[in-house]
């Protein structure tokens, strides 16, 4: 009998495949909502609901030479995890003591929406290093860890 792959895997995977949903031009981002071993909501960065994609209109911050990690107001997608966030009011779940498990390490702004829902831990596959987002984890006492490894050909 072949051994089962461990919870964190299974839903880290399952992260890699939310982000293919992704309409992001730079950066396929997937994350899950896990509570006591169950998926509560997905979520992938891309516009949001009847606006335009970027692969119609083309991608402000390309346009503008905005970099990775900055000027987050400009740009026509929601972030994986604020996604998350939004499908669990939608559909009226708590995230409190939820488990997200991401794509790539949340951003301050998301960082700040997760501490207030009260997940409990937020698992990552590719860092997004931010020493701010990382002191605010730590000081709310929400667990955050890597969890390196290539999930999408597993």
């Known amino acids: 009998m072949s051994e089962r792959i461990p919870w964190p895997v299974y ?11 992704s309409t992001c031009l730079r950066r396929k981002v997937g994350a899950v909502a896990v509570r006591d071993k169950r998926m509560i909501a997905t979520g992938y960065n891309g516009t949001p609901t ?4 970027c692969a119609e209109v083309g991608c402000i911050r390309e346009r503008l030479g905005i970099p990775s990690g900055q000027r987050h107001e400009l740009c026509r997608g929601l972030h994986a995890e604020q996604n998350v966030i939004i499908q669990c009011a939608l559909h009226g779940l708590s995230l ?29 596959a590719e860092s997004y290093p931010d020493e701010l987002a990382n002191a605010m984890l730590k000081e709310a006492g929400v667990e955050h860890a890597h969890m390196p490894g290539d999930y999408r050909n597993s």
Request: proline fraction near 5%; include cysteine; hydrophobic fraction near 45%.
């Open 11 to 21: 839903f880290m995977r399952i992260a890699h495949l939310v982000a293919e949903r």
């Open 50 to 53: 009847n606006v335009p994609h």
């Open 96 to 124: 409190a003591g939820a488990e997200i498990y991401c794509t790539t390490e949340p951003c301050l702004i998301c960082t700040k929406m997760l501490i207030n829902c009260q997940v409990k831990a937020i698992y990552f």
